[in-house]
């Protein structure tokens, strides 16, 4: 098992951007695929951005493609999210998730067994 630990959440205001970092530990993070999912008030979790083991592939919602950038650094352990331009709807807690194998364009949560606490965003209008 991996264990992960996000950070970077807060309040922003419409436009504005924020990172999020997503630590682990425990297991080689190498080894697993990494994704972002989201979950805001009253709503079912959502894929946000997946990556591959050494970064070289990645993986957006429609809803985020052009603003929000996934990426690692297994040197440091640590998967990121940065997002620009954000939007009210945008507003959700955030989550990072690990697995090992999964195909690119699989965006379900099931499919991923290592979570994170969540780190809330919120974006204010």
């Known amino acids: 098992q991996v264990q992960l630990v996000e950070s970077g959440g807060g309040l922003v205001q419409a436009g504005g951007s924020l990172r999020l970092s997503c630590a682990a530990s425990g297991r080689t993070f190498s080894m697993y695929y990494m994704g972002w999912f989201r979950q805001a008030p009253g709503k079912e979790r959502e894929f946000v951005a997946t990556?591959?083991?050494?970064?070289?592939?990645?993986y957006y919602a429609d809803s985020v493609k052009g603003r929000f950038t996934i990426s690692r650094d297994n040197a440091k352990n640590t998967l990121y999210l940065q997002m620009n331009s954000l939007k009210p709807d945008d507003t959700a807690v955030y989550y990072c998730a690990a697995t090992h194998f999964i195909s690119p364009t699989d965006i379900r949560a099931d499919d991923y067994d290592n979570w994170g606490q969540g780190t809330q965003v919120t974006v204010s209008s």
């Open positions: 990556i591959s083991w050494i970064g070289g592939t990645t």
